[in-house]
């Protein structure tokens, strides 16, 4: 079995019942792990390599989850109503299994005006982690648990360079609505990270079949978003999943000379980004065993 379809199951949900070639650390980093842990039939011999994994997402849920519902209480008393992005929640609104989504943290989304009141809040039981300050992480800060530093908030300020967004009550939290939600996740995986981890993918993906790609397409020009909305779909004709998008990557730069698909493969491996990898892989038509 080839990484293509590795991955491509791995979005559909198969059992797998092949050996895994990849390297269980590489498929860990990108977020991949527990997923495959339910993927392997039980008397693969790999899957023994996954069972950590799923132990840490059960551990981060069971302690996420309480700690959302002791912590959301506490901002409503002040008059701070979180948005909560990411992570837990992603499982548990576009997941089938939940322990399938590996996260390491709670990220909140308030108003600046909010951000004294919070930072008194969380100060009573969590410890602020200084963080090297640019343009793309400015909105936010990193929270740990005194009497845990494996439990982390994520407070974010505002969605950072995405800007505006609509929310939803989901329970007794509010969360993006769903265009909103995949855009946003478009626009971090993408735009701000460059595709680093394939689990933000098999988010888009997940979160796509709850949505109409026609409702997306406007606003995702309101958000300049519409080469990466067509990178997305890109992948999705890749991967043989269907797609729409039809003229971004016969627009890159290097799209017809061979030294710059060595260059941009070059560029991939070394940052970890996998843009400019698909890009080359799509415009040669290789298999995902060239990689």
Not at 49 to 76: C, D, E, G, S, T
Not at 91 to 118: G, I, N
Not at 135 to 141: G, V
Request: hydrophobic share 40%; glycine share 6%; with cysteine.
């Amino acid at each position: 079995m080839n990484t293509m379809e590795l991955f491509r199951k791995i979005l559909l949900g198969e059992p797998l019942g092949h050996l895994i070639n990849e390297d269980p650390e590489l498929l860990s980093f990108h977020g991949l792990s527990a997923r495959l842990y339910r993927l392997l039939e039980e008397n693969h011999p790999q899957k023994n390599l996954f069972l950590p994994a799923h132990l840490y997402v059960v551990q981060r849920r069971a302690i996420y989850q309480n700690l959302l519902k002791r912590i959301v209480p506490v901002f409503a008393e002040n008059g701070i109503r979180p948005l909560v992005i990411k992570g837990m929640v992603l499982a548990d609104r576009f997941y089938p299994h939940p322990e399938d989504r590996t996260f390491s943290d709670l990220d909140l989304v308030l108003q600046e005006k909010d951000r004294e009141m919070a930072q008194e809040i969380l100060q009573r039981d969590f410890i602020k982690i200084p963080q090297k300050r640019f343009s793309r992480n400015e909105h936010k800060e990193d929270w740990l648990k005194k009497e845990n530093p494996d439990c982390k908030v994520e407070l974010h300020f505002g969605l950072g360079e995405y800007g505006s967004f609509a929310r939803e009550e989901w329970g007794n939290v509010s969360v993006l609505e769903k265009e909103d939600e995949f855009l946003y996740l478009l626009w971090h995986g993408f735009v701000q990270h460059r595709m680093q981890k394939l689990i933000w993918f098999l988010d888009l993906f997940l979160l796509s079949q709850k949505i109409e790609y026609s409702r997306i397409q406007e606003k995702a020009k309101e958000k300049n978003l519409v080469p990466a909305l067509e990178m997305y779909l890109r992948w999705m004709e890749w991967l043989q999943l269907g797609g729409k998008g039809d003229s971004y990557l016969e627009r890159v730069i290097f799209a017809k000379n061979e030294k710059p698909y060595r260059a941009a493969q070059m560029r991939a491996k070394v940052s970890g980004g996998w843009i400019p990898l698909l890009q080359y892989a799509w415009q040669r038509k290789f298999s995902n065993d060239e990689f």
